[in-house]
């Protein structure tokens, strides 16, 4: 029996990533060679085509037929808030690569609510867009399976589908933590807190993560560390003044969130806390706070064009189901994760 790369027994399985990993191109540049746009050089054209030969793809040309009839060029993007940076690098970098294809965004924001989500994701199906972005809120959608069944392109970003089947990037959110948690522990940190939100399945990896970590290097978890609180601002300074104020308090804080952070660190410089700070998301002003904020950063814009690529891929039939794709984390040592725990 042939196997996957055979062209002489073409496998429905073969994925417009497959063919670009086998060209060592981005799926953006196979999606134009299939679709015979301009923008790839002869040479990667040729290397795309032979790869699609090699691996035996066969894109749905009835999919690419229909986008070409009806002129698909709208997708709705819903994002939890405005104000968190890595949400708008992932919508710009997303929009920027549709803008390629001569696909348009419109984004809206759920303030967090699921609610407001469904609302407004079945607002852009009302209003005949022609596939979804979800950076989602939401612990459900299996309200989506009519949308998807009919073939509707639906791409998660961030967080899985619950409920149903559809192509996601996602974040290697345990993986980051440990990151965090073992660069603490490195520096000799025993007491670690860390404040997570009490929603979502960022947070939750992100302490399970954590907890993992600690018990993996024989380290007991203290509840008294372990803070979940409401996602805002105001909840990190409360919960970092808690931490802080204690009789007995963290040596290193492991902050899981950007908006988190941003009350975290106000309230730290208010108690002139000298406590090691890792936070998960970077941000533009890291760089300026003193010491400068050690992050884990997932990179956002390249969540943003993977997530284009995999809703193009969809739109034009040259997608291979329910893929998903992990974006690693890394840690960026600045100077906040790196003070020694009190002598």
Do not use: W
């Not at 229909?66 to 819903?78: A, C, D, I, P, T």
């Not at 708008?88 to 984004?107: C, K, P």
Request: charged share 20%; glycine share 10%.
């Amino acid at each position: 029996m042939a196997g996957r790369g055979s062209a002489s027994a073409p496998d429905a399985a073969v994925t417009i990533r497959d063919v670009a990993r086998a060209a060592g191109v981005s799926a953006m540049s196979v999606s134009r060679v299939v679709n015979g746009k301009p923008g790839v050089g002869p040479e990667t054209a040729a290397r795309i085509e032979n790869a699609i030969q090699a691996l035996g793809f066969r894109p749905n040309r009835m999919a690419t037929s229909l986008r070409q009839k009806r002129g698909l060029s709208l997708l709705g993007m819903v994002v939890p808030d405005p104000y968190t940076p890595m949400f708008t690098e992932i919508a710009v970098a997303a929009d920027a690569a549709l803008r390629e294809h001569g696909l348009i965004v419109v984004t809206a924001s759920s303030g967090r609510d699921p609610v407001r989500e469904r609302a407004l994701v079945g607002s852009f199906i009302d209003r005949g867009l022609d596939g979804l972005l979800l950076v989602s809120e939401d612990d459900d959608h299996r309200y989506l399976a009519p949308e998807l069944q009919r073939g509707r392109p639906v791409v998660f970003v961030g967080g899985p589908p619950v409920g149903v089947e559809a192509p996601a990037i996602l974040v290697d959110n345990r993986g980051g933590a440990r990151t965090a948690v073992e660069h603490l522990l490195g520096r000799g940190h025993r007491r670690i807190a860390i404040i997570a939100s009490t929603t979502g399945f960022p947070a939750a990896e992100r302490l399970a993560g954590y907890r993992q970590t600690l018990a993996a290097h024989g380290v007991p978890v203290d509840p008294a560390l372990v803070m979940r609180v409401p996602h805002g601002r105001v909840d990190g300074a409360r919960a970092t003044a808690r931490l802080v104020d204690r009789a007995d308090p963290p040596t290193a804080i492991f902050c899981t969130n950007y908006l988190l952070t941003a009350g975290a660190l106000p309230a730290l410089r208010e108690r002139g806390s000298g406590c090691a700070f890792v936070a998960f998301d970077d941000f533009e002003a890291a760089t300026l706070a003193e010491p400068p904020v050690t992050v884990v950063t997932q990179d956002p814009p390249s969540m943003g064009r993977l997530a284009a690529e995999l809703v193009v891929a969809a739109i034009d039939g040259t997608g291979g189901g329910p893929e998903r794709v992990t974006v690693p984390a890394r840690l960026i040592p600045r100077g906040s994760g790196e003070l020694p725990p009190p002598a």
